[in-house]
């Protein structure tokens, strides 16, 4: 029998599942407990496949449990891309690259086994000086200084004084910090080794920024100290400048969750657009500051200030980052220094997202269809595996349900490949929940998109060159973070729908 | 409607799982072979279901322990977990992405136990100390070890009789020179083509003591007998002569334990074949 067509192209990666969002660059962390393995599985025939099932062997670390699931498909068409992801518990995983095989068999054919490499950083915080470390194989990134735009404060749920008060829900917008990159061993030469052999040192920075922001929204969501996070949460908060709407009251937690999360993914990204995609700090600061022959590198400090001329981070806008950093590189001789002052942009943009709804719908009647487009700059559209994306529908009364987007050409979406991110849900399934809550069917629905890029590196580039393929950066959020109190609500819906029973 | 699930025992030696195998190296998807000690391997089982309903989301764990007759939970390392989903008649090869690295203080020689798992065929629960491999379908055991000799090399190996907590007695250890190994196991040790090649009986014995002698001669008997405490270990050697085997031919050492009821308690099988040359 022939072996089935499958394979997965793109690395795998992190969806966290209370925010539903992709950790920067996919990478997985142990900070948090549980995150879903995801990948896209494509149909590399010129063949549709008939009863496909999709499952999970194992992974490479003990450390790591998955929970066993087995995805099928009737139908998978002819160079489709379909989205699977396996929920797993990282508490006890370790740092560094993890092989994970999954297994995709159609009927009347034989099984493939595909074998994939994540990979997995270590975040803590320690409690007493606030300091986060992020540790992967290659060394570890010690961030002392963690300064942040907070929210105002009128959008807390409540003040210090108040003993029911929890943390904040962020966003947080970056505004400096310090990270000190020791690398494991020290290294002699210009350039040390990059994690995983791959992303820049500042992912490692925009990671600890993403997870410190979620276990915050978690904390505030469900108090301190809950299961799913494994370290603290705060930041150094330096203004109380930014707005951005809290999820409405009598909303589900799973959507306090995704928007708080999307909010702060999106403030976040500053992190990474600050620090340059082409090379980051580390990178050009070790070109600046060749050491001399037999000098050992012990540790890489970055200094760094971020100002926003134009406003807030907004998803999917070409949007300018002020940058300041200093690099100091730490010799077992001497230290070097190397200053850039510059304007960095966000280059992981969009030209626009449509979103096709029908203007009214009938609950019982048939599943509410959502179909999106993200356009490319430049013209052409994100299409199949280029995206990993969501919709939020929001009910009248503010309940919250999440809808995946697909353009693999499965049931609502009539092609794969071709630009259109479909989903569909069937407002009768979720009726029962509305009804349990007191809440209405009938009335203005309200749809919110998110979409973040996926990592397009293959295992055969260079490191350095597949160092400048990143993935996770939004594209387009329902959620916008502004400076400017005087602006609406920035819970931007992209389409309406009237719902009738 | 029921599933039986299963990883079959070896023939006649139900301790020489054809099912189990191991591809040392680096590299999950390379050939099978023998494991070295200190280095990386991965482990692999061959699952089927017999019965008429299918089952998803099968777990198989996979357990190493030292080289004994009588292999226990209580003194077996999990390696690691695979998942596989089996439709009835379907056989499956099923890959423990852990790798596993063979101890140092065994030389490499150790033996795994391979046991699948799912609610619609359960194991007993609680699980019995004992893997006891004849009496689940589920549950095999892979205590084969390729042993490379050459013509002057000796060598003794200790083999650990264990008796399960609670229970104990007398215990006949015994070695069994006959028989091939099929080409599904001869694989499964990366020795696929080889032929079964005659032995001097004399060349091997059963020795309580370890080590070698300085002239070279084997000590020991094909058959020892032992009073065993109950949840107590005790080691017996297998002495290997210098023996100057033919290339690409091999020849199966099984040494089996049988407890007071004359049932076969355990047994662990050694290949010996020549050493590559250098």
Not at chain 1, 167 to 182: F, H, I, K, R
Not at chain 1, 251 to 275: C, D, K, N, R, Y
Not at chain 2, 211 to 239: F, Q, T, W, Y
Request: glycine content about 10%; proline content about 8%; charged content about 20%.
């Amino acid at each position: 029998m022939a072996q089935t067509p499958m394979t997965i192209e793109r690395r795998p990666f992190s969806v966290e599942p209370f925010t539903h969002m992709m950790l920067p660059d996919g990478i997985f962390d142990t900070a948090l407990i549980k995150q879903r393995i995801t990948c896209y599985y494509t149909n590399v025939s010129g063949q549709d496949l008939k009863h496909a099932s999709i499952y999970l062997e194992g992974v490479g670390d003990p450390g790591i449990v998955p929970v066993a699931e087995t995805h099928v498909f009737a139908e998978i068409p002819a160079g489709a891309s379909v989205r699977v992801s396996w929920l797993a518990d990282f508490q006890n995983a370790t740092p560094g690259k993890k092989m994970v095989s999954f297994i995709a068999q159609a009927d009347g054919m034989d099984l493939n086994r595909t074998i994939e490499r994540i990979f997995v950083s270590e975040t803590k915080q320690d409690a007493n000086t606030g300091e986060y470390t992020c540790t992967v194989e290659e060394g570890t990134l010690r961030i002392s200084r963690f300064e942040m735009i907070g929210p105002k404060s009128e959008w807390r749920p409540c003040d210090d004084k108040d003993e029911r008060c929890r943390p904040s829900q962020g966003p947080w917008v970056p505004a400096g910090m310090t990270a000190v990159w020791e690398p494991n061993p020290g290294y002699q030469g210009v350039h040390g080794e990059l994690p995983f052999a791959d992303p820049w040192w500042k992912i490692l920075a925009w990671i600890v920024a993403v997870v410190a922001a979620i276990v915050a929204i978690v904390a505030a969501v469900m108090g301190a100290g809950t299961a799913g996070i494994a370290i603290g949460g705060t930041f150094d908060e330096s203004t109380g400048e930014v707005n951005c709407c809290e999820p409405a009251p009598g909303a589900i937690p799973g959507s306090a969750f995704t928007v708080a999360g999307a909010a702060s993914v999106v403030a976040m990204v500053a992190v990474a657009v600050g620090l340059a995609d082409d090379a980051d700090p580390w990178w050009r600061g070790q070109e600046a500051t060749p050491p001399g022959p037999g000098e050992t590198t012990l540790a890489e400090r970055v200094e760094v200030s971020f100002d926003y001329p134009e406003g807030a981070p907004t998803a999917g806008k070409d949007f300018p980052v002020q940058v300041k950093w200093t690099y100091r590189r730490q010799t077992d001789v001497k230290a070097y220094e190397h200053s850039v002052e510059e304007e960095q942009r966000n280059l992981h943009v969009s030209d626009g997202v449509t979103v096709d709804v029908p203007a009214v719908h009938h609950a019982f009647a048939g599943p509410l269809v959502i179909r999106s487009r993200f356009a490319r700059e430049g013209g052409g559209f994100f299409a199949g595996q280029d995206l990993y994306a969501f919709a939020l529908l929001r009910s009248p009364d503010d309940v919250y349900f999440v809808v995946d987007l697909a353009d693999d050409g499965i049931e609502a979406d009539e092609k794969a490949n071709d630009g259109t991110y479909t989903g569909s849900i069937h407002l009768e399934r979720i009726y029962p929940i509305l009804l349990k809550q007191g809440k209405k069917l009938e009335g203005l629905w309200r749809v919110y998109l998110f979409a973040q890029d996926v990592n397009d590196a293959t295992p055969d580039m260079l490191p350095e060159v597949a160092a400048t393929h990143i993935g996770g950066f939004p594209i387009a959020s329902g959620i916008n973070v502004t400076f400017d109190p005087n602006l609406p609500c920035p819970l931007e819906a992209k389409a309406t729908v009237q719902v009738v029973a | 409607m029921s599933a039986q699930l299963v990883i079959r025992d070896g023939e006649p030696h139900w301790w020489a799982s054809q099912d189990i195998w191991v591809v040392p190296g680096d590299d999950p998807a390379g050939a099978p072979g023998a494991p070295i000690a200190g280095e990386s391997a991965y482990l692999w089982a061959r699952t089927r279901n017999d019965g008429d309903q299918a089952v998803t989301g099968a777990r198989v764990d996979w357990y190493w322990s030292n080289p004994a007759t009588g292999v226990l939970r209580s003194n077996s390392q999990l390696v690691g977990s695979g998942f596989v989903d089996l439709a009835p008649g379907e056989v499956k090869e099923v890959l423990c992405l852990v790798p596993w690295v063979p101890v140092l203080v065994n030389d490499g020689h150790e033996c795994v136990v391979a046991e699948i798992h799912h609610a619609a065929d359960p194991l007993p629960n609680p699980l019995p100390d004992a893997f006891q491999p004849p009496a689940f379908h589920q549950v095999a055991q892979r205590n084969l070890t390729v042993l490379e000799v050459a013509p002057k090399k000796m060598m003794a190996l200790p083999v650990q009789l264990g008796a399960p907590q609670r229970i104990g007695g007398a215990v006949e250890v015994f070695l069994d020179l006959d028989g091939e190994l099929d080409e599904e196991t001869l694989a499964g040790l990366g020795l696929r083509g080889f032929q079964r090649a005659a032995l001097d009986p004399g060349h091997v014995a059963l020795s309580w003591r370890g080590g070698c002698r300085a002239d070279g001669e084997i000590v020991g008997e094909h058959r020892l007998e032992a009073k065993m405490e109950p949840g107590v270990s005790r080691s017996v050697h297998l002495h290997v002569g210098a023996l100057d085997l033919p290339r690409r031919t091999y020849v199966p050492v099984h040494i089996v334990s049988r407890g007071r009821d004359e049932r076969l308690a355990g047994g662990i099988t050694y290949v010996l074949t020549a050493a590559e040359e250098a």
